[in-house]
């Protein structure tokens, strides 16, 4: 199974409330990875989760709360986000060694009104 | 800092061409350089990883070159069809860490 889920697909949330992106994946893959995409850019990395513990924050806002529960799982916690934060929030997860390649979650377009 | 330079310009190819994208690094010297293919509002996926002792590595109708004396990765589409439209993205990474340093993509159109 080479597959990375994410959810939900969509979300549409306004400046004061809380919500949670959730990925998943089962390929025994130890790295897991929040990206934050906007149009015609390449993904931006904004955490890295390596053996369920963060070993990269690309200076992120507080307002994103990042979590690993275990191996499989990440979530990324949402709070008073702003317009700007509208994005596609990619996850991807890889193999620790070599030349990391990473799979990649189908994404989940956020909406902050 | 590290940098990945890839045609800005949309590639536009006619049916059963080679399409050829280019992907130039500068400032580092990558041990392996990787290309993802995106759709619009999709995740980017693997295509694939060369490592700087193989000058070529093709899968399928794929093929891409790596020359650490230019500092150059080239991709080639060969027999291209309308389903490879898309973006190309060329990554890799620097240093020790988990973080890719990535392109700009390449937007491909291929038109019947």
């Known amino acids: 199974d080479t597959e990375v889920t994410q959810t939900p697909k969509h979300l549409v949330m306004g400046m004061t409330n809380k919500k949670s992106l959730k990925c998943e994946q089962h390929?025994?893959?130890?790295?897991m990875y929040w990206y934050k995409q906007k149009a015609k850019k390449p993904p931006e990395l904004m955490f890295v989760?390596?053996?369920?513990?963060?070993?990269i924050n690309e200076s992120v806002p507080s307002r994103f709360s990042p979590e690993c529960p275990n191996s499989s799982l990440l979530n990324l916690h949402l709070h008073a986000l702003q317009p700007e934060d509208s994005a596609l929030y990619l996850c991807?997860?890889?193999?620790?060694?070599?030349?990391?390649?990473?799979?990649f979650g189908p994404g989940t377009r956020l909406t902050v009104l | 800092s590290q940098k990945i330079e890839q045609n800005s310009e949309a590639l536009n190819i006619q049916e059963g061409k080679t399409a050829t994208l280019t992907c130039n690094y500068t400032n580092y010297s990558p041990a392996y350089l990787q290309w993802y293919r995106q759709d619009p509002g999709r995740g980017p996926v693997f295509l694939l990883l060369?490592?700087?002792n193989e000058k070529e590595k093709r899968k399928e109708r794929l093929k891409v070159t790596f020359d650490t004396t230019l500092k150059q990765s080239l991709f080639h589409i060969t027999a291209s069809q309308p389903a490879d439209s898309a973006t190309y993205l060329c990554a890799f990474r620097a240093g020790n860490n988990r973080k890719l340093i990535w392109g700009l993509g390449t937007s491909l159109a291929v038109n019947p």
């Open positions: 390929m025994g893959h130890r790295a």
């Open positions: 991807a997860s890889s193999q620790l060694g070599g030349g990391d390649t990473q799979y």
């Open positions: 989760y390596s053996y369920e513990k963060l070993s």
């Open positions: 060369i490592r700087e």
